[in-house]
């Protein structure tokens, strides 16, 4: 999450198109670190994994697009056979512009404090707060983690 995190500063810095990619939910997908982003780059680039990279090739930017999306992924049977998975599963993505997130948020990311980031769909502004560990339940606290490695 740290590399996305500097990669998507770095974009809005240079005044660069940056898309941030996180899983909502999935199924029938092998367990994956639920903190894992991907930020997708104008020029095509994916820092970051989505489900071990299973799922990377499966989101994409829109260019100049200003919401952000939620988008439905089926990996087909080719799909799961080149992942390297027994059937192909599915998962839903929200895939937004590193621009209309928070700026609080990459701050919070930059110095790998735990976030939570809350959404309203169709509606304005997303909202991000730091917690601390004590504010939260543990198992709450670990998905939000960065720092965080389950064994």
């Given at each position: 999450?740290?590399?996305a995190a500097i990669t998507a500063v770095s974009c809005l810095r240079a005044n660069?198109?940056?898309?941030?990619?996180?899983?909502?939910?999935?199924?029938?997908?092998?367990?994956?670190?639920?903190?894992?982003?991907?930020?997708?780059?104008?020029?095509?680039?994916?820092?970051?994994?989505?489900?071990?990279?299973?799922?990377?090739?499966?989101?994409?930017?829109?260019?100049?697009?200003?919401?952000?999306?939620?988008?439905?992924?089926?990996?087909?049977?080719?799909?799961?056979?080149?992942?390297?998975?027994?059937?192909?599963?599915?998962?839903?993505?929200?895939?937004?512009?590193?621009?209309?997130?928070?700026?609080?948020?990459?701050?919070?990311?930059?110095?790998?404090?735990?976030?939570?980031?809350?959404?309203?769909?169709?509606?304005?502004?997303?909202?991000?707060?730091?917690?601390?560990?004590?504010?939260?339940?543990?198992?709450?606290?670990?998905?939000?983690?960065?720092?965080?490695?389950?064994?």
């Amino acid at each position: 999450m740290y590399g996305a995190a500097i990669t998507a500063v770095s974009c809005l810095r240079a005044n660069t198109e940056a898309h941030i990619a996180w899983i909502l939910s999935s199924s029938g997908l092998p367990p994956h670190d639920p903190t894992e982003v991907v930020t997708l780059t104008a020029g095509g680039g994916y820092i970051g994994s989505l489900c071990n990279g299973i799922l990377n090739q499966h989101v994409e930017i829109i260019p100049g697009s200003t919401r952000g999306r939620i988008v439905s992924v089926n990996l087909t049977g080719t799909d799961a056979l080149i992942a390297g998975i027994p059937d192909g599963g599915s998962a839903k993505v929200a895939i937004a512009p590193a621009s209309i997130l928070p700026d609080s948020l990459w701050a919070s990311l930059l110095e790998r404090a735990p976030v939570i980031l809350t959404a309203t769909i169709a509606k304005a502004t997303p909202n991000c707060e730091t917690v601390n560990r004590e504010e939260i339940f543990h198992d709450l606290f670990y998905l939000f983690d960065v720092s965080a490695v389950r064994s």
